[in-house]
């Protein structure tokens, strides 16, 4: 599969954005998927994760951002979203979507698919 992304930004610390991810390829409803992120100098993160539609588990989030980013998922439309609300400077990375069709995992390392990343950048 290929991971498109998109949506990215400039905004102001307590604004929205709401990042996309394209799929193509391959059917999104055999993967499951998330959201990361990497700051200069800083490793690549988990930032939100979905697992498969037909699991009965569902989403999940690092607790910095809990309560202010939804990830989502659209099988139909194969893509993957990440509203991202009250955004703060520390937020501020290249945003990257992953997916795979085995595992599901906090670990970027269990990732084989990878988008090519997009910036977001907060400023307060």
């Known amino acids: 599969v290929q991971l498109q992304a998109s949506g990215g930004g400039s905004v102001q610390a307590g604004r929205s954005l709401n990042l996309t991810c394209v799929a193509s390829?391959?059917?999104?409803?055999?993967?499951?998927a998330a959201w990361f992120r990497q700051a200069p100098g800083k490793e690549r993160e988990f930032v939100a994760g979905i697992w498969w539609s037909s699991s009965p588990s569902s989403d999940d989030y690092a607790n910095s951002v809990k309560g202010r980013f939804t990830i989502s998922r659209d099988d139909a439309k194969s893509a993957i979203y990440l509203q991202m609300n009250n955004l703060k400077p520390e937020d501020s990375a290249v945003y990257y979507c992953?997916?795979?069709?085995?595992?599901?995992?906090?670990?970027?390392?269990?990732?084989?698919?990878w988008g090519q990343g997009t910036q977001v950048t907060v400023s307060s």
């Open positions: 390829g391959d059917a999104l409803s055999r993967y499951a």
């Open positions: 992953a997916a795979d069709a085995q595992y599901y995992s906090t670990d970027r390392n269990r990732y084989r698919n």
